[in-house]
C-alpha cells in the first residue's frame, strides 16, 4: 500500500488503500515469513514497502526488534530514504532522529532504492510527488553522518536521457567524495508490465537490453570509482546477464533473494529466488572465485571445500535447502489496472522525448 501510488507512474506494486490486491502486513505475519527462511542461509533481512498512510515509526521499529531478538544473526537493512523522510513527515520528527531510532531498533544500514534517477524533468512524468534527488541524497548524508552505511541506485531505462544519467551518477559521486558512506551501487532496469508508463509508452515486456544493462554496469563502475562495490541484481536482468556483468565491472551478485515483489510485480520473468547452489554456480561458470558476504562486505564464507546440497540430507541436519519456500504470501497476483482510478495523464512525456 502507498499513497503515491497514482504518481509514481513507474511503479507495478504500489496500491491504493481499497485496491485489489492491498495489503498491510501484522508483525506476526513478518515474523513468519522471516522464519520460513530460518533454515537457509540468511543473512540478511532487506526490509522495504510503500508509503502507507497510517503506519507509524513504532510499528517498524517493533518490527525491527522483534527480527533482532528472533535472529540475532542476521543484519537488518531497511527502508528506503523515501520511507525514511515519509515517516520523519508523519511523526513531525527530523530525518535524524528517525534513523537514530531506526539504528537503535537493529537497522543496521539502508538499501538504495527510491532513487529512480535524479533529472527534475525525469522526475516530474516518473515520480512528480516523490521527494527530490536532493532531498534523497540528504537523507543518506545524514545517514552517513551517523555512521549509517547505505546503497546507491539508479532506475534506468524509462524516460530519462543518457545526459539525465551521467549527472545522476556524479551526483552519487559528489557525496561519496563528501561522506565515504556509500557500499555498492546497484543500477536498476525499469520493467514496463502493469505499470501506467509502460502502458503510455506502448511497452511490455522488457524495456532494456541486455547491452543496455551491462552499459550501466560498465559506466557505473568507471564514474563511481570512489564506491567500493557494483551489485548486478539478477531478478532484473536475468541471471545471465549478472552472471556476464562479472566481467562488466560487478563484483558483487544478488543473494538467494527469496521473496521479492516489486519487480515480480512489474513483468520480471526470472524466478523469485536462486538456490545457493545456483548463485555459487553462476559465478564459478564466469571464472570467478565466489565469496560469501554480510551487509557490510565482511567475508562470511569461502568456497573452496564447496559441495553442492544433498537435497536427500536429513530434516534438521544443518544445510542449504536446495528449494525456495512456498506458500500464498510467495505469490504474486498482478494488479488489474496499471492506472489508477481518476488519474491525469502523464506530463511532460513529449519534452522528455524532444530531449533525446
Ligand atoms: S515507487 Fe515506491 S513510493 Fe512510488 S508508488 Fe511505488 S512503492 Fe510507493
Redesign the pocket.
Known amino acids: 500500500m502507498?499513497?503515491?501510488?497514482n504518481?509514481?507512474v513507474?511503479?507495478s506494486?504500489?496500491r491504493m488503500p481499497r485496491e485489489a490486491g492491498a495489503y498491510t502486513r501484522t508483525l506476526d505475519e513478518v515474523f513468519a515469513e522471516a522464519e520460513a527462511a530460518r533454515d537457509n542461509p540468511t543473512r540478511e533481512f532487506h526490509i522495504?514497502?510503500?508509503?502507507h498512510p497510517k503506519l507509524r515509526l513504532s510499528y517498524y521499529l517493533d518490527m525491527f526488534r522483534g527480527l533482532t531478538a528472533r535472529h540475532p544473526g542476521v543484519h537488518i537493512k531497511a527502508l528506503?530514504a523515501?520511507?525514511v523522510a515519509h515517516l520523519a513527515r508523519l511523526e513531525r520528527m527530523s530525518v535524524r532522529d528517525v534513523l537514530v531510532a531506526m539504528r537503535q531498533a537493529g537497522v543496521t544500514s539502508l538499501p538504495g532504492?527510491?532513487a529512480?534517477v535524479f533529472s527534475p524533468a525525469a522526475r516530474a512524468t516518473i515520480?512528480d510527488k516523490?521527494l527530490s534527488g536532493e532531498e534523497w541524497l540528504g537523507v543518506h548524508r545524514e545517514a552517513h553522518r551517523l555512521g549509517i552505511p547505505s546503497n546507491c541506485t539508479m532506475l534506468y531505462g524509462h524516460v530519462e536521457t543518457l545526459a539525465d544519467r551521467v549527472d545522476h551518477l556524479l551526483a552519487l559521486r559528489a557525496l561519496q567524495d563528501e561522506t565515504g558512506g556509500f557500499l555498492t551501487y546497484i543500477p536498476l532496469a525499469y520493467h514496463p508490465d502493469h505499470n501506467e508508463l509502460g502502458e503510455a509508452l506502448g511497452r511490455t515486456g522488457t524495456a532494456t537490453t541486455g547491452f543496455d544493462d551491462l552499459k550501466n554496469i560498465a559506466v557505473g563502475r568507471l564514474v563511481l570509482d570512489n564506491v567500493p562495490h557494483v551489485k548486478t541484481h539478477w531478478p532484473m536482468v536475468t541471471p545471465f546477464i549478472s552472471q556476464v556483468a562479472l566481467t562488466f565491472g560487478c563484483d558483487d551478485l544478488e543473494g538467494t533473494v527469496v521473496f521479492e515483489r516489486?519487480y515480480h510485480e512489474a513483468g520480471a520473468g526470472t524466478p523469485m529466488w536462486l538456490s545457493y547452489d545456483q548463485i555459487v554456480s553462476l559465478i564459478r561458470g564466469a571464472g570467478k572465485e565466489p565469496v560469501e558476504r554480510d551487509s557490510l562486505y565482511r567475508t562470511v564464507r569461502t568456497f573452496e571445500d564447496w559441495v553442492p546440497t544433498d537435497p536427500g540430507r536429513e530434516p534438521g541436519v544443518p544445510g542449504v535447502r536446495p528449494e525456495g519456500p512456498e506458500g500464498p504470501t510467495f505469490e504474486i497476483s498482478h494488479r488489474p489496472r496499471a492506472r489508477a482510478r481518476g488519474q491525469r495523464t502523464l506530463p511532460v512525456l513529449e519534452g522528455i522525448e524532444s530531449a533525446e
Open positions: 502507498c499513497v503515491l501510488r504518481t509514481c513507474f511503479c506494486f504500489a522495504v514497502g510503500g508509503l528506503t523515501v520511507e532504492g527510491g529512480e515520480a516523490k516489486v
